[in-house]
């Protein structure tokens, strides 16, 4: 069956770090990719997403960019703030129909110190 | 506009008892989904909604999970016999019809005593 796989956190970095967070997937066929946020006190949103192989998503200053060879979607920011403080979640799913169910990873807290 | 939401926000229940969480998709939204999120781990995908019927309940993980969507707007989880495993934050989403992006709500935090 499908699967994410995201690197084991917590991750813990000062302000203007540079961020990478890995996560590769198993699936048959071609799903879309994406990376939803979880900020303390909210709901999952949506950051980014790519929908087929080369596809690079961005927003917020992340970008990721779907590699089939590699079957990854790593998560990646120049410079990250205290406000990037979250858990981050890699996911896929495929266009059946209409039907968009969400595989998700794990989650990776992130801590940004000042 | 008003996002995705859900009620109630936590739950406390003792094993045993019946519950129900309620979702409020955003208006106009056809696709309505069910997540559960357990401690430590990502959301599991539990009941897919195309209007009123469940296209796809293949994630419920056994017959006391039941959800509804009467009206093809808002959508009630139903858990029979609960038991302390079920305890779990439980995620509603929206979204619009042939659109991969979903829209989820706060969640509600039930607890099984």
């Known amino acids: 069956g499908n699967s994410v796989t995201q690197m084991e956190g917590p991750v813990t970095l000062s302000e203007e770090a540079f961020l990478t967070i890995n996560c590769t997937y198993t699936a048959t066929g071609y799903p879309s990719l994406f990376w939803y946020v979880q900020y303390p006190g909210e709901g999952l949103q949506l950051l980014l997403k790519?929908?087929?192989?080369?596809d690079k998503g961005s927003n917020k200053g992340f970008e990721a960019t779907y590699r089939k060879e590699t079957t990854s979607f790593h998560l990646e920011k120049g410079s990250v703030q205290v406000s990037d403080s979250a858990v981050y979640f890699c996911?896929?799913?495929?266009?059946?129909?209409?039907?968009?169910?969400?595989?998700f990873g794990k989650g990776t807290l992130l801590t940004v110190n000042p | 506009g008003a996002g995705v939401s859900q009620t109630p926000s936590n739950k406390v229940t003792e094993k045993g008892k019946y519950v129900e969480l309620r979702c409020d998709p955003i208006?106009?939204?056809?696709?309505l989904y069910w997540y559960r999120q357990s401690l430590g781990q990502g959301p599991e995908f539990l009941i897919y909604?195309?209007?009123?019927?469940?296209?796809?309940d293949s994630g419920l993980p056994n017959d006391r999970f039941f959800a509804v969507r009467p009206e093809g707007s808002v959508s009630t989880l139903k858990i029979q016999r609960t038991e302390r495993g079920d305890s779990a934050v439980y995620l509603c989403a929206s979204g619009q019809q042939g659109v991969d992006t979903q829209y989820f709500g706060p969640g509600t935090r039930l607890t099984v005593l």
């Open positions: 790519a929908t087929k192989a080369d």
């Open positions: 909604f195309q209007g009123t019927g469940a296209a796809d």
């Open positions: 996911a896929l799913s495929y266009s059946g129909g209409s039907n968009y169910k969400l595989t």
């Open positions: 208006s106009g939204h056809t696709a």
